[in-house]
């Protein structure tokens, strides 16, 4: 099946800091997301970006679908982005609709 | 807004006992999701199913079954609880792609402990 390695698994940031997370994927997809997983429990959709560039807000990703990578920018870090950020492809061709996650970067923003 | 409701937050059964978790969505999504979340292993797909009375196992079926009677419901049955069975269990559903977005949305999670 498709692998997806995500780094680092492990961020502390001080407030207002900038990051950097990465989502590497072995086979090419159909859909790549992020998402943060807040204390509770609860997956939260940042991104959906197969391809291209987005922007929300404090956050945006690129994935550059030819190369088999994402990225994921988080600017001016506060301290309620602390969570888990996973990236999740779903892997190209007809009918494969799961998602396959990353193990995860898990980021703490201390005041 | 998309929403996923998932009918119970926290749960505690007996071994043995039969289980059901509940998924509802309000989106007229085709497929349904349903994930187990173990801290080192990540999330990993159990079934899903894209369409009513339709299903398709995942990643690690074993010891669970589901039922998919109406477009908006997925259930997850576990037939004998096992205390390898505890875990959170996350529901998500999605358009089933081509020309829409088949971006999956999550419900909040159920974390099942079975005693």
């Known amino acids: 099946g498709i692998q997806v390695e995500q780094s680092p698994p492990d961020l502390i940031l001080q407030e207002g800091a900038n990051s950097t997370l990465r989502c590497n994927f072995s086979?090419?997809?159909?859909?790549l997301q992020w998402f943060h997983q807040n204390p509770w429990g609860q997956l939260i959709n940042l991104f959906y970006?197969?391809?291209g560039t987005k922007q929300n807000g404090r956050l945006s990703a690129t994935t550059v679908a030819t190369e088999r990578y994402s990225l994921l920018y988080i600017s001016s870090s506060q301290t309620t982005d602390s969570g888990v950020y996973f990236c999740?492809?779903?892997?190209?061709?007809?009918?494969?609709?799961?998602?396959?996650f990353g193990k995860g970067t898990k980021l703490s923003v201390i005041p | 807004d998309v929403k996923v409701t998932q009918s119970s937050r926290y749960l505690v059964k007996r071994t043995g006992e039969k289980v059901f978790l509940e998924c509802v969505q309000d989106m007229d999504h085709e497929n349904m999701f349903w994930y187990r979340q173990d801290p080192g292993l990540g999330l990993r797909l159990i079934y899903f199913?894209?369409?009513?009375?339709?299903?398709e196992k995942g990643d690690i079926p074993e010891g669970y079954s589901v039922s998919r009677e109406k477009k908006e419901r997925f259930s997850l049955i576990l037939e004998s609880a096992s205390t390898n069975q505890t875990s959170m269990y996350l529901c998500?559903?999605?358009?089933?792609?081509?020309?829409?977005?088949?971006?999956?949305?999550f419900g909040p999670g159920t974390r099942l402990t079975v005693l």
């Open positions: 998500a559903s999605s358009f089933l792609g081509g020309s829409v977005s088949n971006e999956q949305f």
């Open positions: 199913s894209y369409d009513v009375k339709m299903k």
């Open positions: 086979d090419s997809v159909n859909n």
């Open positions: 970006i197969p391809s």
């Open positions: 999740a492809v779903e892997r190209g061709g007809a009918g494969s609709y799961q998602l396959t």
